[in-house]
């Protein structure tokens, strides 16, 4: 659910062709949710967490590529079991790692995110990137973010009263930017959102938002090319 002016909730808009869905939740909620399970994934998806050593990550992964299935369900009507997701790399064009795609549909962007508990992903049309980060995480320090993001974007966010949170705002923003295909623009947005709210700025033929969950004491960005829509779990 989206923030208003002075944050309070305001109803959430119905995702339509033109409009993309993301939603933000924890490990535990979507694992709880009783229309997603790990029976869902497939094979190779299976494999994959069977590799992973730490349960805790093992869960993140898990719940975000559920959450991501459960996005694509309400964003095309079709049941959690139906969408055939994949990933290619489109470095070394391998399978099985890369961004993540939807077999079958290639109008419809998908994007998936987790970090220490929390998870986010995204559906839309076109190209579409989603990032969510705890709010309490810094990045840095102050020389690696230069040479990852503008100098300039890095200056004015350091500069900035609350330099830590603007800081974190500018990185997911980028990291968002970046799985929609749209890596090395500036992610100035001419001022950072307020907790509880929404900054969205538009970039190209690319829209960025982010936003903060206080709820969930998470921080997520979400860019395409049209409007998003934040949606519960």
Do not use: F, N
Not at 123 to 138: H, L, M, Y
Not at 170 to 197: H, Y
């Amino acid at each position: 659910m989206t923030d208003g002016p002075e944050g309070e909730p305001e109803p959430e808009p119905e995702p339509g062709p033109e409009t993309a869905l993301a939603v933000v939740a924890t490990t535990p909620e979507v694992l709880a949710h009783p229309d997603l399970d790990e029976a869902l994934l497939a094979p190779w998806e299976r494999r994959r967490l069977a590799g992973i050593r730490l349960p805790s990550r093992r869960d993140d992964v898990l719940a975000a590529r559920l959450l991501l299935r459960l996005c694509v369900a309400r964003a095309t009507g079709l049941p959690p079991d139906t969408p055939a997701l994949a990933q290619r790399c489109p470095g070394c064009g391998g399978h099985g790692h890369g961004r993540p795609y939807l077999r079958g549909r290639p109008g419809v962007g998908v994007s998936l995110s987790h970090a220490d508990g929390l998870v986010a992903a995204a559906v839309g049309p076109g190209a579409i990137g989603v990032d969510v980060e705890p709010a309490t995480r810094r990045p840095g320090p102050l020389h690696v973010l230069r040479r990852l993001l503008p100098d300039a974007d890095v200056a004015e966010a350091a500069a900035s009263p609350d330099a830590g949170p603007a800081l974190l705002r500018l990185w997911v923003r980028a990291e968002a930017r970046l799985k929609a295909g749209q890596a090395g623009e500036s992610g100035r947005t001419g001022r950072t959102g307020r907790t509880g709210q929404t900054a969205q700025s538009a970039q190209g033929d690319i829209r960025l938002l982010d936003w903060t969950d206080r709820p969930r004491a998470a921080v997520a960005a979400a860019a395409c090319a049209t409007r998003v829509t934040i949606a519960s779990l």
